[in-house]
């Protein structure tokens, strides 16, 4: 009896620390309250929303190399012959996801390398021609930057330096439903890089770019829930 009242005291406790959510579609309509766990804290908490991604090699710039089944780019000096495609960057040297986010808690890890390079989320209506789509340069995008030897984030071309030691790999949170999307260096602990809080209207895509020179590289962590 004991044990069933100290799971249940564990599992009350769990709750109370759970936010609600007031959703109101329209202003006809009455609010929808729902319960939101917490905020993970540990690697352990963010590692229970890992959601696998796979690089889409049709959105994939040219400069780009694709490897380790689609899931590591690399910038390279040489051009590849991929064909043509609407989905294809002609200008930035960005690749997308082919996993839409949307409605729920989501976690990966990437494995960087190399002196340039571009983290971010972007909806589907991003455009793929011309010099409006980079990555956070617009009002469809948001994202983290290496360069210079220090972080930066961007979102509607508005640039913010972040003073932080780099990280090879670093984690990147989103709560679409509560428009947060959370940027970390992971090592021993999770060190906050930047969150951005805003509202999500459509799916987000997670992509990678790389601005500047060659030999930069971007790694989507093979990750499962029951790794720790």
Known sequence: MRKELSSLTKSVEKISQWVIMTRTSSAHEA??????????????????????LTLDINTAH??????EGNKKVTCEGTKAEYPDHPDRFDIWSQVLCREALTGTRCYWEVECSGD??????????LSRKGWECGLGYNDKSWSLQWSYFQYSVCH???????????????????????????FYSV?????????FNTSFTEPLYPGFGFYLGFNSSVTISHLTPWDH
């Open 187 to 195: 090592s021993h602990t999770m060190t906050l890089l930047h969150r």
């Open 31 to 52: 609010p929808v309250f729902t319960l939101q766990p917490p905020e993970p804290q540990s690697r352990d908490d963010f590692l229970k929303y890992f959601c696998a």
């Open 62 to 67: 040219r400069d780009l190399r694709l490897s």
């Open 116 to 125: 340039f390079m571009v983290i971010g989320v972007a909806y589907k209506g």
């Open 156 to 182: 509607s071309d508005k640039q913010i330096v972040i003073s932080a030691p780099y990280s090879a790999r670093i984690g990147v949170y989103l709560d679409w439903p509560a428009g947060s999307l959370s």
